[in-house]
């Protein structure tokens, strides 16, 4: 090589432009109310999702991955900002009329904003929920040059729904008739709006946030042959809800088969995921991108629902607004081509404020400050130097408050937890009892004295959502 400096320069400035040192693209797909055994890797048996089966062998399964709380908001607010319950800002789903939630506070950072600031063209398409349009929270105030989707969670019940947001703009779905007609599936919109995304800007490194409200109730798809392979396949417990037309509100649709419906609804995310991994390697991408696929909470119940039919929550215990593990332990796949080895499985426990260091270190990009959040690339890169949370802490701020903590094989759990610190602990000892259906907090007082203090130290009160009653 010697004999040609000017070849060599050439190889070197090749390698550095495109090599290993070009900013990998970033896609995280974050289902809505997907529980841990609705997907084929976790052992659904009644659903068919041959893309994300796929997906699990050629990158990273993990068996002990958490969301970042058992609702939506505070969930979508531990990821963005990198901090658990006991920090983040959003703690709760607080409505706020006539459109949207509480939004996250001006001077809070997400990652996408590090992600943006590091050069990457940022696009969210789906559900945000963390604030509406023109406030603090604004998606395009946190760190996104694109949003289309809902705004609100409230909107997102409705699957034909009176109208969008594409960035700061609404759109209204004439087509729906204000909930009159189902002519306009807002999933597809959202869908198309995610590939344009991807095709407009190959050249860029990207992140990809498509938070799709897939399969959150309501319980309604289109009439294709997605459905219609599940159509009369199970034996059905219609559900009465508030049907399209001129009485309906803004709960869900009566659904007369509800089982089938939410077959169609899980293979409909299997499909979307496999349009956005074809866009991305038709457009030469695939290659350098990290691609995650993971549900904001657990199974749910809402809409004509039926997660024991299809053991949506696995082996756990509970479903979504449970701090139980089938409320917080999510599917997790990340696919790296190149970096992850394929079919791999790990058992590191992890949470969504995880992610947020994870991606930035990978990104190059400068970390969030006061992060809860510990890097798990060492994980994903198969290297041994991989740092371990003490504990995972989480609150919950309905049904009377609750208090979680994952600390090595144990979990702690206390219930009506609002305003009492002396409500009583449950400990369940997880690699024997994973249904955490016996509670050992009177064999192992030590633990309920380890758990006391963490519950107490973990967090810092809030004023937006006061949890301790002082």
Known sequence: MRKYPLLFGLVLLSVCLFGQSKKPNIVLILADDLGYGDLGPYGQKKIETPTIDSLAKKGMLFTDFYAGAPVCAPSRSALMTGQHTGHTYIRGNKEIQPEGQEPLAQNIETFAMALKDAGYKTGAFGKWGLGIVGTSGDPLKKGFDEFYGYNCQRQSHRYYPTHLWDNDQKVELKGNENLMKTEVYAPELIQQKALTFIHNYRDAPIFLFVPTVLPHAELIVPDDEIFRKYDGKFEEKPFKGSPYGPNASSGYTSQEKPRATFAAMVERLDQQVLQILGALEEEGMLENTIFILT????????????PDFFNSSGPFRGNKRDLYEGGVRVPFIVQWPGKIKENSVSAHVAAFWDIAPTLLEAAGAKQLKNTDGISFLPTLLGKKNQKQHEYLYWEFHEQGGKQGIRMGDYKAIRLNAKGNPNAEIAIYHLPTDIAEKNNIAKKHPE??????????????????FPFSGQ
């Not at 657990?298 to 629902?305: F, I, Q, T, Y």
């Not at 633990?447 to 937006?464: D, F, G, N, P, W």
């Open 447 to 464: 633990l309920v004295e380890k758990a006391k203090k963490i519950m107490k130290e973990a967090r810092t009160e809030s004023e937006v």
């Open 295 to 306: 549900s904001d909470n657990g199974s749910h119940r809402e809409g004509g629902a039926d």
